[in-house]
């Protein structure tokens, strides 16, 4: 394993890092951790990265790592570097025959994103994105639940991933790193936190449901003042089937840390999950006591896909790491069979892949475009994206 | 006091008398409680209400109450019909004197709103609408540290009112005398959920901010085959000082009960309540621990206005009557005054009064409205409506 | 209805008054309000006593409504004043022919308390005492399922009750009335903390499971220094069936306020529930989802028992008030049957009576002795108390 | 690293396993994963062990490690066995000059422990038990403000370690590997749920208040008939500074998981937490609000002691594994000072270390001798485990 970006003072590298070996089955071995060369080299004792596979440049890094003996050089690359570069990296990574993981949203714009679902497409390998969320073993299990028509037909998602980390322009501090970069549109791309966490919402909401989208009308806002991309936003999605999704994103909100959490409505029982807790879930039916399911791989409640998402027995909280890890894991299984020349699934993955990363791009771009049409609808069917 | 409305079967009607004598302060002693003359006469043991002041007719109880010596006969009415019913019956007694506490929605439409402000400024009585969740402490307590400054300018909010009991037609059954009236256009007025739940979210967003409003957007849906009103909806307000709020009302939610929360975003700090768990209070700061008020008169940090609101100490649950009985107490405080010939607030009053009521009518009316244009922006500013 | 006790400065007497007339059968007519003739009168007004109903002392009282044509005196005395009052006014008041509601701890020792079961089984009279905890809806519903078998044996509870008002010497400032009283011998009897809400935690888990009391060994203790009594302490109880039974007590954890809550394990199933959030209630089972209930009395899942307690839908708070007026409530009933000469039930009552206040004299008294001999096991089986 | 114990069926070998390379500062490279030869080679590839170092017993482990070059073989060895091993296996290794981070109750009895601790004291070794509850952050960050004296004097301690695994007699099961010699006096120890979680709760309330025992009263039950050890007691300690503590251990409480939760009272403040929600943390004080502290390594509230303790944002929860790992964190720092022929902190570690082990086993013999003296006060004094 390769890890492009995560230097120091950067959040998500370490995460990948972290995720990629709780199961001990990779190890970080070679890295292009910061686009400055010296912080690249820097920053590789934090992650015992050894001095000569720490290189200065991802195409270094490629370049090197394929010149190695095929059983000594790398099996994939993690890209977390600020949004401008996942395309030019993973589509590098993806050319020289390496699986990539990317972080999320995929790329800075649209087209980088159609473009590299053609370069994925083409190149045979193990492409995931790190829609992370996904992976929380309730999550894994809502969806099951779902899809197998437990909830009846979905009438109403209410989604929200409420923070308030950027309450102040933090993007004027030197310090502030991740608030510069993300602030940016050059290095954000047209979305400000409808990009950093309104796509999660947005991706949560379609990976439990399986609903398609039809059209959305969508309204963002800039509370500081001064700031280049949105910090807030509302908008309403309106599914094939008729069903009205309410999806709110804000990093305005005082001391709200990440509180992504959903609501659906079916005909049939009603379920609520929340990241901050994310061992319950409930679900509801009318003239029934409201029903907390805790993660626990032991109860005859718990169906095979929220099973297979646990490590340990329930009331010992899971976290954040190892749901980031069963993203990882299930794009391992997906990597191992191609090592051995099998088959694998590359449209209906358990982990996010391609698809997901062109519709996240695809709802920024249609978000942003709404809303600056005081929320006109606009659709939300994207051919690639509807996997 | 006289009750209209309230017969066997009712809800709200009970809770009027229950509210009204909480403090001791009257005394429920005539009614007209049923459209149905034998349920009028049949339901008034039910309330201890004396025989002979039973009245079979709104107009009756007027009528033989005007004929009592005026230290016999009653100071108010509290209209608790359905909601077709509450024009004619707030109309006819502010024209003979009395003093109205009505419930909500105020009218069937606009116009009998707007008319009925004419009546009430005419009438020099005290005029009272049952937003009963106002009268919560902590909600009181909000509302003056919102209104203080302490949360700064206000940039969102997100206000939900979510319930579950009409996920099936239920109006098709002929016991269930609510939901039959509740969902017939011509006893219940242009909305469903928006005109019996819609409206609470939407006055208590204003009662605790005091933002006036400038438009809205509203996406308004039926997802209960065959019923002839809304049963879930979504809407988008903007506020004249920029700010934002998402308010959805759902009557199709498996397993919720009344669940109204709100959430209010400031520069300064941001708040959050829940009316299923009414003495408590979340403020948060970035940078300080997330804060619960409880409701406690006896603490420093309560306001003047939540501590009135109080009838107990912390930690003894307060809940739903004794939040009604606050809005029943500030209308007697107003009438008490008007009993001495002495001036009492009329637009500002720490009740909702007329002014809410039309507001209530308008906010309605322009959510079917725009509902009917795909979410179209229609202007929420009305003359009377804004106090 | 006549209050004693409840002047200005008081908490529990207004709490009497309200509790009394929230279901419209009752009015507070008549008063001796507090042993200072002074305040006796001043007080009345607050509660809308008629100036010549408004005594000077409890024997005045009786005297005078006895005196009362029988259609026109009061027909119960409710008891509020401190402790060592209870047992004078409520024996002269049963011996008067009147029924009491007296407050707990039901007297100042146990031989008054044994005294007073005499009383009252001569008097023929209705005798309740405010254990109003037992009051609340899903307390009721949980004890009707344990008594019915649905968690199997019982083997523990664990029940706490912790405040922290009187955390510091609050006894030394002349203006804090209540906690003057309680935290003195002569008028709050033995125990402190133990006698006021300790008796109460004891009292729940009785009523609630059933179990009869086999032996105690408790540890008491006085945190804050120069304090007369306890403000803390914990005690095992072993009942009868091999139960084991965790109490614990505190006056003095910061910020706590009125926090009792108890779990119940059985066989079957174990339970959870909590004052403070008084309208759920936690069921588990072994393999199950966690169940929350809610307090709905239209749901199938409630027991006949619970939903005979409700006023209101779901979702709507009833509070501590509504929880008094159940015990209100229930005594009304026995009164009525009473006054039309018929028979009425006297040992197995809904609610708390004399030999639950016997029992809780009991079981201070015992708590007292044992902890006075370093926990040592005493006895817990008293004749009276074991309805 | 080694792991002993840890074939399959087996809990926490695996969790050991996890939190060692969490931080990618060790690798898992060596293993006797099980007394059952064949299971010990056949469980090997599920933790990528290579083959010639998946050894079939601990001596052979250790024989052949020491016969490696220094630079390839282990530093440390893992002791994930049931509690009758521990003692042999971490003698064994200590003897051989390895590191020991050894799972909890240390050992099966008080005289093992004993000479345990003699074992590590001649070896210069670092030697770590696995209370792992203590790594939690915000454990971490309350003990760090509790011996700053944050909290002020501590009077009271509530802590509680509630399962429901147990109810049944699952260990009459021949599947259920972990109820068969955890009920097993022969591999468990003198206790059953106090040896499993009840040193866990006592270790707690020590580690987080650093308060010193002094003596104890316990009572211990076995509710489910034919068991052969305690499946559910309460314990009353009380510290030298007259601190009162009640401890309960259950396994028999249906549907309850990993329920540990303390409650501390301090003439200053009194806080709460609740390892199920181990990223919340509720600190009380009279007059204020109440305050949740989560885990949030930005925020100024937070001390060095939590901070350092935390690896991502707030808002993302950290869980089980996490704290975990913080346990073999503070042990490698220990390990590597000791590497480098550096001085090591041995008694006031971070970590728990063999005091805290000898503490353990004191506590269960003590609990166990008062149980079978119907409670009586025995003790609490041990020389080594006071640290």
Redesign the interface.
Known sequence: MALVGGGSGA?IG??H??AA?????A??VAGALSSNPERAKSSAPD??IPEDRAYTSYQELIEKELALPEDKRIDFVSVATPNHMHFPVAKAALEAGFNVICDKPMTLTLAEAEELYQVVEKSGAVFAVSHNYTGYPLVRMARQMILDGELGEI??I?V?Y????L??KLEDDASQKQAAWRSDPAKSGAAGAYGDIGTHAYNLGRYMTGLLPDKV?S?L?T?VEGRKLDD?G?T?IRYEN?A?C?L?A?Q????????LSI?I??????LSWR?????EMI????????????R?PN???MNAAGVAAC????????????AFANVYRAAFDAMALRATGKDFEKKDTIYPNIHDGVEGMYFIQQCVASSGQ??A?LPLKHEVARR
Do not use: C, M
């Open positions: 959040f370490r995460v890092a972290t070996v709780l199961d001990n089955r190890a970080l992650y015992d009438n109403a209410r929200q409420i923070q308030g980390w309450r102040t009308s309204h806002a509370f807030y509302t309403v008729g009205l309410t709110t804000s305005i909100s005082h001391g709200r840390e990440n509180d609501e409505d079916g005909t049939k029982a009603a990241q901050e807790n994310p061992n679900i509801r039916k009318n003239g029934e006591p409201h029903k907390i399911y805790t626990d109860a005859p409640f490590r340990i027995p329930s009331g010992h909280p899971e976290g954040f790491f190892e005081d929320g609808w």
